[in-house]
């Protein structure tokens, strides 16, 4: 069986660390259109290897 093969605990230990504790795990508002694209723009400017917040500038804010 696939069971026998694979030890899953590794991998859902990688998936269980990434949701609680990576910067790109939110949650995200799914009732204003507006709040998703707000949230979707953070996400790709201050995700890892991205900007600070203390040094985003207006251009980078800027929809």
């Not at 694979?6 to 991998?11: D, G, S, W, Y």
């Not at 990434?18 to 204003?32: A, I």
């Not at 694209?37 to 980078?60: I, Q, Y």
């Amino acid at each position: 069986t696939p069971q026998t093969l694979i030890n899953i605990r590794p991998v859902v230990a990688a998936i269980k660390e990434f949701f609680g504790t990576s910067q790109l795990s939110q949650f995200m508002d799914q009732n204003n259109p507006l709040s998703g694209l707000t949230h979707k723009r953070r996400l790709s400017a201050l995700g890892p290897c991205g900007l600070l917040c203390e040094c985003v500038g207006l251009e980078v804010r800027d929809v």
